[in-house]
């Protein structure tokens, strides 16, 4: 089985809807949303109605847990999560939604045991795990990989036997603002693959000009530098 894997829309049904045509058109049969629906940019609902119409089983965010009020918003980060703003707007049936999200899922996918996080297997919610964090602590886990969202920036790497993968932003991608990311599970090969979809993250940026935080056009508009992690897909 194909089996997809998108993260951190923060209100981009753009980014989304393109990650979700792509692990679709490669044959995924499941999608599995890593959290972070809200936050930062404001088509909130069409997001949710995105994930919905495809089936996607979701876990919960740290931007979720802050909306329904099980985490606090740092004073000094409320005018850019814009997360009263998301509250205020979210429909009545998604809030209920969000509210049945686990902040962790373990799935068993054709012999191959995955832990599905937001964060870290430290921290579900909050934890940070980049392409340079030291992975040693991840090597005893009872998992054959491990997928995760929280940084905005995809990549794949080995701890002893457990594979590590974090599939990016389709929403707010931090290396290249205007190439949403995802991942795809391959059941039969145990291989996991980073893709990379374009997406007009400066005619966005233009768009929400005055309803989003000038760091937050900042980062659709980012052109990157160094190596893009993943590959293209349409």
Not at 34 to 50: K, R, S
Not at 59 to 71: F, K, P, Q
Not at 220 to 226: D, H, I, K, P, S
Request: glycine share 14%; proline share 6%.
């Amino acid at each position: 089985m194909m089996v997809g894997f998108v993260s951190d829309a923060h209100g981009n049904p753009a980014g989304l809807a393109g990650c979700l045509r792509a692990v679709e058109r490669r044959g995924a049969g499941r999608i599995y949303f890593l959290g972070d629906a809200v936050g930062y940019l404001p088509e909130v609902n069409e997001v949710l109605d995105l994930l919905r119409s495809s089936a996607a089983v979701c876990i919960r965010g740290n931007h979720e847990a802050m909306l329904l009020g099980a985490l606090p918003i740092p004073a000094d980060r409320a005018g850019i999560y814009r997360l009263d703003e998301a509250r205020q707007r979210l429909h009545d049936r998604h809030r209920a939604w969000i509210e049945t999200w686990p902040e962790h899922l373990e799935v068993a996918l054709e012999g191959a045991q995955l832990l599905l996080v937001h964060g870290s297997p430290a921290d579900r919610l909050r934890g940070y795990v980049y392409p340079d964090s030291d992975l040693s602590p991840f090597r005893e886990l009872p998992f054959q990989g491990v997928l995760m969202g929280h940084t905005h920036r995809p990549f794949i790497a080995s701890a002893g036997k457990v594979t590590l993968v974090n599939v990016g932003s389709c929403g707010m991608p931090r290396d290249v603002g205007y190439l949403a990311s995802c991942g795809l599970y391959d059941g039969a090969t145990r291989a996991f693959e980073i893709l990379r979809i374009p997406f007009d993250g400066p005619g966005l940026a233009d768009k929400w000009s005055g309803r989003i935080d000038p760091s937050a056009a900042a980062c659709l508009r980012r052109a990157g530098g160094g190596g893009q992690v993943g590959t293209g897909s349409t």
